[in-house]
């Protein structure tokens, strides 16, 4: 599904991403790996039982991308100039191996792009949901997307 221009949105515009990911120790080990981080409440088994969580932690930022990955489809694929920036990250609950991920966004502001006429900048809040209901990843992210023909 190709994402929106930004004269097509309205903020309070909400979708409910259809793509859902359930997340693969692989995922975990390769994203921890690829992206140098040595914590062992990622990678080793025995350190991550002994830790608060009792299992296996997954990479927060890994967390963090899939959150922006399920997004991309309905929101910016095919209309987006450039990322303009990600705020206020947070990850309010832990994300562990087998757990089923779905996301949702908003549109929490849109202006006009002052350099760039033919492009706006919508920004969205996307949130990332586990199988039980609560919210595992939430982020704002600021996309200059071109307007329509």
Do not use: Y
């Not at 997004?71 to 990600?86: C, E, M, Q, Y």
């Not at 757990?99 to 002052?114: F, G, I, M, N, P």
């Not at 595992?136 to 071109?146: D, F, G, I, N, T």
């Amino acid at each position: 599904m190709a994402g929106r221009f930004f004269d097509e949105w309205q903020v309070g515009d909400t979708l409910d991403h259809e793509i859902r990911r359930t997340v693969t120790e692989t995922d975990n080990l390769l994203f921890s790996t690829m992206t140098h981080n040595p914590q062992p409440l990622h990678l080793d088994v025995e350190a991550a039982k002994e830790s608060g969580f009792g299992q296996i932690l997954v990479n927060s930022t890994f967390t963090f991308s899939l959150l922006v990955g399920l997004s991309v489809g309905d929101t910016t694929l095919g209309t987006l100039v450039a990322n303009l920036g990600f705020d206020k990250v947070v990850t309010p609950k832990p994300v562990f191996i087998g757990d089923t991920l779905r996301a949702r966004s908003e549109v929490k502001e849109l202006r006009e792009s002052k350099s760039r006429p033919e492009a706006g900048i919508a920004t969205f809040i996307h949130e990332l949901v586990n199988q039980r209901d609560e919210v595992v990843c939430r982020c704002e992210r600021s996309a200059l997307l071109h307007k329509s023909a």
